[in-house]
């Protein structure tokens, strides 16, 4: 039945009928609460004729009332499989919650939209209609059928009082009916008041939501029954109703309301409130309308919570550590005290590991995070980096001695023995520590010091602590023999790039490749770049090395160009190079010394580190570049210290997965935790992902499952000269797992 005619019949003869200001103001309410509600609202047939639109639902869709009302649902909405699904779960239940569909738009767009779909039945149990109402979402489903108008009930009601009740009477009553029954089949909370804030009006979910049933809410005061909160300050919230009755105003609620309810139960909602007018303009009243978010908020809580907290310990990971970090240090300098930097690693913890089992290696882990949270203050933090390392940030530290005091408690604490399952288990550990700002280094080098003191400790027998050296590491970063070979390397032309592939495991098609530093020693052989790299990295011969990795890399393009090969290259810029004000310099001149390569086919890596010391500079500095055409990659991900924060603000165009987390997510559920995340970031981000370190099939087909199309491994193919890719890239063939998996997902 169309609920439009029949809405505007109760109106228009309404008025004719009955001159009381009883039926005036029924009248007036009754249109208000179809065309207030934020929801779409239509009803089809079983014929799937749309027989009543709202405003809501027309401007939902882009279409008018007139063009939708009696058409076939999907001459407009697109496809209804999902619907007709739908449809017959409706048979079997008599409702269909919080489904989602899409529908089309008059200009072909798709609109995500969660819907609620009921049954109305006539006095024999028999389905006759369904009614739908909507919400854009925007990014969620489709729309079940909706419930076609009790067209029969509202005959049988109508026969049954037509020997008491006029023509005009009977249509008055059955528009009252269907709009009780529109408002009882919503999804959402209902309450209207009168002009002085007095419910007159609650529907079944208001009912649940409140506590209160409409007969004992009746007459009382809305602020009464609907009790608001706010989440995080607890603070009681002003009725919206109030406000809406003295503007005459639309009002929305704020984020973090929490409806308290009768019965104590709390539900974190989201509503609005609309003014009811009379057909003279008169304020008659409001119109709430409210519906349970509180999984939502659950959800989005946890989530927050996993992306800064370690899942094994409770404790700060990386990500809050780094946020921990800025704090710490700020505080340092404003109260020129001391910051201690602590880096735990428990000795001898994998044999224990591998005789005792990983389930109690677990809760091993777990004691020694509550042992070094009871040791420390509450300004302090103590955080987990991953595996048996464990990081202390100590405020406020008078001195050296103070410092050495307080890792003395820390050893003798890990130390007392630990029972587990009835099995007693002693072990020591190792702890390494600078100072800042005795140590002025920035957040990623004062970790990477105090890692180095607890290694020194470690050798010099464990079970002990060691304080960095800064006049001694100073004295080995500067070593002039090792600057004078590395030097002499770059003159002699003795360094080579290798190239490693990168494909799209999807397509199989190759994608663009990484250059790779190797020295060819004369008679070591063939040498890393972690084997010297570390020795230049805050000189400026690695600005050096990366002004000759550019120039080659350009030059190894064009090369492939002539080839019919346009790849994209990658380079690896250090944090030094990338700092020194000259690197946009240095890439302009590279450019225009190859003026056949398109500045698109050479891509910038960087370390997400690289952003820490000024992430507006840094900003300013990747647009710069990708204003000539290049574009950039955040490398190594996940193993840094930056926060969502950085990589919101970041404008580097894809994301490389370290391989240190990808390598193990066959096996390791925490590393397929961070790989999945790190996927899902990228998606959030609008971010390509490409994931390093895949090794074996096995590693492609679980990344493709988890959407992550790019990689690049051994799997795929080591790192070769560049006179070995033709060859490679010409019989080059994607994995047939790979394939097989695709053409899985496509059926």
Same mark, same amino acid.
């Given at each position: 039945m169309d609920l439009q005619p029949l809405i505007l019949l109760h109106l228009e003869m309404g008025s004719a009928m009955f001159e009381t200001n009883a039926h005036i103001k029924e009248q007036v309410f009754l249109k208000q609460i179809l065309e207030n509600s934020p929801d779409g609202i239509f009803t089809i047939d079983f014929e799937l004729h749309i027989r009543y639109v709202n405003s809501a639902f027309c401007r939902l869709v882009n279409y008018t009332e007139q063009e939708l009302t009696g058409s076939f649902i999907t001459e407009h909405l697109g496809d209804m499989d999902i619907l007709n699904a739908c449809m017959k779960l409706i048979e079997e239940t008599g409702e269909c919650n919080d489904q989602e569909t899409i529908f089309k738009r008059r200009d072909g767009s798709m609109v995500h939209v969660s819907k609620?779909?009921?049954?109305?039945?006539?006095?024999?149990?028999n389905v006759t209609g369904m009614l739908i109402t909507v919400r854009d979402m925007s990014k969620l489903h489709q729309l079940n059928k909706a419930l076609e108008i009790a067209k029969q009930q509202l005959k049988q009601h109508a026969d049954e009082l037509e020997k008491s009740l006029t023509e005009r009477e009977q249509a008055l009553y059955?528009?009252?009916?269907?709009?009780?029954?529109?408002?009882?089949?919503?999804?959402?909370?209902?309450?209207?008041? #009168?002009?002085?804030?007095?419910v007159t009006f609650?529907?079944?979910?208001?009912?649940?939501?409140?506590?209160?049933?409409?007969?004992?809410?009746?007459?009382?005061?809305?602020?009464?029954?609907?009790?608001?909160?706010?989440?995080?300050?607890?603070?009681?919230?002003?009725?919206p109703v109030s406000s809406v009755l003295r503007d005459g105003k639309t009002v929305t609620l704020a984020n973090h309301t929490v409806l308290i309810s009768r019965q104590g139960t709390e539900?974190?909602?989201?509503?609005?409130?609309?003014?009811?007018?009379?057909?003279?303009?008169? %304020?008659?009243?409001?119109?709430?309308?409210?519906?349970?978010?509180?999984?939502?908020?659950?959800? +989005?809580?946890?989530?927050?919570?996993?992306?800064?907290?370690?899942?094994?310990?409770?404790?700060?990971?990386?990500?809050? +550590?780094? #946020?921990?970090?800025?704090?710490?240090?700020?505080?340092?300098?404003?109260?020129?005290?001391?910051?201690?930097?602590?880096?735990?690693?428990?000795?001898?913890?994998?044999?224990?590991?591998?005789?005792?089992?990983?389930?109690?290696?677990?809760?091993? %882990?777990?004691?020694?995070?509550?042992?070094?949270?009871?040791?420390?203050?509450?300004d302090d933090t103590v955080a987990r980096l991953g595996g048996d390392e464990f990081v202390l940030l100590l405020s406020d530290v008078n001195d050296v001695d103070e410092l050495e005091l307080i890792m003395d408690r820390v050893l003798v604490s %890990?130390?007392?023995?630990?029972?587990?399952?009835?099995?007693?288990?002693?072990?020591?550990?190792?702890?390494?520590?600078?100072?800042?700002?005795?140590?002025?280094?920035?957040?990623d080098t004062l970790l990477r010091h105090a890692d180095q003191a607890m290694y020194q400790a470690k050798q010099r027998g464990r079970n002990q602590y060691?304080?960095?050296?800064?006049? +001694?590491?100073?004295?080995?970063t500067s070593s002039h023999q090792t600057l004078k070979q590395i030097k002499k390397a770059l003159e002699s032309n003795a360094f080579v790039l290798y190239y490693q592939p990168k494909v799209n495991m999807r397509t199989g098609v190759i994608v663009g490749m990484e250059a790779l530093l190797r020295w060819q020693h004369p008679t070591q052989g063939l040498i890393l770049p972690l084997d010297f790299?570390?020795?230049?990295?805050?000189?400026?011969?690695?600005?050096?090395?990366?002004?000759?990795?550019?120039?080659?890399?350009?030059?190894?393009?064009?090369?492939? +160009?002539?080839?019919?090969? $346009?790849?994209?290259?990658?380079?690896?810029?250090?944090?030094l190079h990338f700092h020194s004000g000259d690197f946009l310099q240095h890439l302009k001149d590279a450019l225009a010394r190859y003026p056949d390569v398109p500045a698109h086919l050479l891509e910038i890596e960087i370390l997400e580190s690289v952003a820490l010391n000024d992430i507006n500079q840094i900003n300013q500095l990747i647009r710069d570049c990708q204003a000539l055409g290049v574009s950039f990659s955040l490398d190594d991900f996940g193993t840094g210290? $930056? $926060?969502?924060?950085? %990589?919101?603000?970041?404008?580097?165009?894809?994301?490389?997965?370290?391989?240190?987390?990808?390598? #193990?997510?066959?096996?390791?559920?925490?590393d397929l935790t961070v790989v999945e995340a790190v996927i899902n970031i990228g998606k959030v981000f609008n971010r390509k992902i490409i994931a390093e370190g895949v090794e074996t099939t096995g590693h492609g087909v679980l990344l493709l499952r988890l959407g992550c199309d790019l990689a690049q491994g051994f799997g795929i193919a080591r790192p070769m000269p560049a006179i070995q890719v033709l060859n490679w890239a010409n019989a080059y063939v994607a994995d047939p797992a790979w394939t097989k998996c695709v053409d899985a997902d496509r059926n």
């Open positions: 609620n779909v009921r049954t109305i039945k006539d006095d024999a149990e059955l528009a009252k009916e269907l709009a009780e029954v529109t408002l009882a089949s919503i999804g959402d909370g209902v309450i209207t008041t #009168d002009v002085l804030g007095r609650l529907n079944p979910i208001a009912t649940n939501l409140t506590g209160w049933t409409l007969d004992e809410a009746q007459d009382k005061p809305l602020s009464e029954i609907f009790n608001i909160i706010n989440e995080v300050s607890r603070h009681k919230i002003k009725n539900y974190n909602i989201e509503d609005s409130a609309a003014p009811i007018f009379k057909a003279d303009g008169t %304020l008659m009243g409001c119109v709430l309308v409210f519906h349970d978010v509180t999984e939502k908020h659950r959800l +989005l809580n946890a989530t927050r919570w996993q992306a800064t907290h370690d899942t094994l310990t409770n404790l700060p990971n990386r990500v809050l +550590l780094s #946020d921990r970090f800025n704090h710490a240090t700020a505080r340092s300098q404003r109260q020129q005290n001391l910051l201690a930097v602590c880096i735990i690693d428990l000795d001898e913890f994998k044999p224990v590991n591998d005789r005792y089992g990983h389930d109690i290696g677990d809760v091993l %882990l777990i004691e020694v995070a509550k042992r070094l949270t009871a040791i420390v203050r509450g %890990l130390s007392m023995p630990y029972f587990i399952h009835n099995k007693r288990i002693t072990l020591s550990a190792s702890i390494g520590a600078t100072l800042y700002p005795l140590d002025q280094s920035d957040t060691n304080l960095f050296d800064i006049v +001694l590491d100073r004295q080995v790299l570390p020795q230049v990295e805050q000189t400026n011969l690695i600005i050096d090395l990366g002004v000759w990795v550019m120039d080659q890399t350009m030059q190894q393009i064009s090369v492939w +160009l002539k080839a019919g090969k $346009s790849w994209v290259v990658s380079i690896n810029i250090a944090a210290y $930056s $926060s969502l924060s950085y %990589l919101k603000q970041l404008p580097a165009e894809t994301i490389k997965i370290d391989q240190a987390f990808v390598r #193990d997510i066959l096996d390791d559920r925490d």
